[in-house]
T-cell receptor, first 117, second 115 residues
Framework: AQTVTQSQPEMSVQEAETVTLSCTYD???????LFWYKQPPSRQMILVIRQEAYKQQNATENRFSVNFQKAAKSFSLKISDSQLGDAAMYFC??????????????FGKGTKLTVNP | DSGVTQTPKHLITATGQRVTLRCSPRSGDLSVYWYQQSLDQGLQFLIQYYNGEERAKGNILERFSAQQFPDLHSELNLSSLELGDSALYFCASSERLAGGPDEQFFGPGTRLTVL
């Protein structure tokens, strides 16, 4: 079974600075997808960024980018120019590409990000 | 707004009771997923339906059941409730089964409190 580990329960960053959230995963599959979800105090789950394992290029969405290291099974999220609205819980998630009922998301425990003004 | 609706937003009930949580997926989405978020277990997959049929099961207790109706809305039934069932229950929907990183769109969740 796949597992996702987020080793940083809490992180903090100064407004306008850069922060990196860590995520490692364990799988025997070669094809899969990785996601970062944001959960603000409203509790809504919001997709931040996604990465296909077969793509070597790291995904980027505006101020959010990932460092995907497939061999190391590492998938970190970098937030540049942090804003107060970035304060939230961030969840790393894994999804198999195998299909056949394997579409569920497997989540890490989350990292609580605080942004200091 | 993700387009996924869940009712009710909050539910307070007593141990031993039964409740039903309802989810309406985004228009056109055929797949519905249920997840439970609790303090000790984190976010866990419960069950998935696709076009009315059960597709996959996760860590869903026998006291819990779900179904997806012809109009594609889904209900999660929780019975013989225990204190430990208190959690935030999310419904998510997606359009396709596989073939790409099909995003799962999450509803706002139902907060269940068992007293």
């Amino acid at each position: 079974a796949q597992t996702v580990t987020q080793s940083q329960p809490e992180m903090s960053v100064q407004e306008a600075e850069t922060v990196t959230l860590s995520c490692t995963y364990d799988t025997s599959e070669s094809d899969y997808y990785l996601f970062w979800y944001k959960q603000p105090p409203s509790r809504q789950m919001i997709l931040v960024i996604r990465q296909e394992a077969y793509k070597q290029q790291n995904a980027t969405e505006n101020r959010f980018s990932v460092n995907f290291q497939k061999a190391a099974k590492s998938f970190s999220l970098k937030i540049s120019d942090s804003q107060l609205g970035d304060a939230a819980m961030y969840f790393c998630a894994y999804r198999s590409a195998r299909g056949g009922g394997s579409e569920k998301l497997v989540f890490g425990k989350g990292t609580k990000l605080t942004v200091n003004p | 707004d993700s387009g996924v609706t869940q009712t009710p937003k909050h539910l307070i009930t007593a141990t031993g009771q039964r409740v039903t949580l309802r989810c309406s997926p985004r228009s056109g989405d055929l797949s519905v997923y249920w997840y439970q978020q609790s303090l000790d277990q984190g976010l866990q997959f419960l069950i998935q339906y696709y076009n009315g049929e059960e597709r996959a099961k996760g860590n869903i207790l026998e006291r819990f059941s779900a179904q997806q109706f012809p109009d594609l809305h889904s209900e999660l039934n929780l019975s013989s409730l225990e204190l430990g069932d208190s959690a935030l229950y999310f419904c998510a929907s997606s359009e396709r089964l596989a073939g790409g990183p099909d995003e799962q769109f999450f509803g706002p969740g139902t907060r269940l409190t068992v007293l």
